[in-house]
C-alpha cells in the first residue's frame, strides 16, 4: 500500500533552526569571500564563490555525520538531531551552487559541453598528481541529490524504512568521495595544506565520536534486559518515568522497558521483531511517525 503525501509541518522549533541555519551560511559564505577577495585581490569572484560554498557544504556534511554519534554519547545535543534532514538538504544545494560553478568556471570554455567535458577533459585516473577529482565530487553531489529528493516522510513511509534508511547510509560514500575529492583537488593545487589538514582533523572526528557511541551502544546493549540504560538516559535528561516510552525491535527490549518500569512500543520494521511473541510490547508501530499519534494519545 502507498502512502500519501504530507506537507511539512513547520513549527517554530523549526521555523528557528532553519533561520539560524540560513544565517549561518548566508555569514560563513559572505565573510569568507570578503575577506578572501581582501587577502587575494587577484581572485576572481567565481574562485571565492566556489571554494566559499564547497566548503561550507563540506562542513555542515561533517555536522550531518557527527550530530547522531554526538547525541548518543550526550543528551545536551538532541536539538541538533531534530532537523537533520533540513541539514541535509542545505548541504546538496551548497554542493549544488559549488558544483556549478566548478563546471561553468572550468569546463564551459571549450567546444564541447560542460557535462561531458567534466567527464572526458581529464581520463587520468592512474595519477594521484592529475587524478580527475571533480568527477569523484559529481558522484558524491549525486548521492546528496538522492538523499535530498527523498528525505521527507512520505519517501520514508512509501520505501519502507528499512530500505530509506539503507538507502541513506549512502551518505557514508557521498563522504568518503568528497574526502578524496577535496584531498586531490588540494593536493594538485599546491596552495598551502591547511585545508588538507583541516579534512584529516574532521575525518578524525568524525570517525571517533562513531567509534566512541558504537562502544557506549554495545556496553548498555549487553547489559539488556537490565534497564541501567534507561535509567542513565532518564537521570541524563532529567526525564520522568511515566512520560517515557521503551523503543525497540525485540522482546529484550520490551523486557528492558518493564524493568525499567517504562511504557514500551515495538516497532514492526526491525530485525528481531519475531521475538515479541515471547514478550509482546504495549504498542507496536509500522513507522516511526504512527508515534507521534501515539504519544499524544
Ligand atoms: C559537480 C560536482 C563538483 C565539481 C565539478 C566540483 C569542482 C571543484 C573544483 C574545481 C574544486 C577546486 C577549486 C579551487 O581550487 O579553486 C573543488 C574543490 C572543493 N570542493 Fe568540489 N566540486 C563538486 C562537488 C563538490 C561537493 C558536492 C562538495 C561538498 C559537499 C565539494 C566540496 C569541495 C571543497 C570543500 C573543495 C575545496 C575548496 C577550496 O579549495 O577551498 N565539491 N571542487
Known sequence: MSHAYQAVGWNRQKRLYDTVLGIGVLLYVGLFVGIGSLLYPTATAETLIIRGVGSAAFF?????????????????????????????????????IHGTFGIVQFHSLGDK?????????????????????????????????????????????????????????????AYGLLI????????????????????????VTVITLHLLAASRERKIDQKKPDPVGIYQILSDTKGHRERTWMIGDSAVDVLTGRNAGVRTCGVTYGYATSTFKDAPPDFLIDNFSDLEALIHD
Open 180 to 203: 578524496a575529492h577535496v584531498t586531490l583537488g588540494e593536493l594538485q593545487s599546491e596552495e598551502s595544506p591547511l585545508l588538507v589538514v583541516a579534512t584529516g582533523a574532521g575525518l
Open 113 to 173: 559541453n560542460p557535462l561531458v567535458s567534466l567527464f572526458i577533459s581529464n581520463l587520468d585516473f592512474f595519477s594521484l598528481r592529475d587524478f580527475p577529482f571533480q568527477q569523484l565530487g559529481f558522484a558524491a553531489l549525486v548521492i546528496l541529490f538522492l538523499m535530498a529528493a527523498t528525505s521527507h516522510d512520505f519517501w520514508l513511509r512509501n520505501f519502507t524504512p528499512p530500505v530509506w534508511k539503507t538507502m541513506h547510509m549512502l551518505v557514508y560514500v
Open 60 to 96: 555542515l556534511l561533517h555536522v550531518v555525520l557527527c550530530i547522531g554519534p554526538l547525541c548518543r554519547l550526550d543528551s545536551r545535543f538532541l536539538p541538533l538531531l531534530y532537523n537533520r534532514r533540513h541539514l541535509g538538504v542545505v548541504t546538496f544545494l551548497l554542493g549544488l
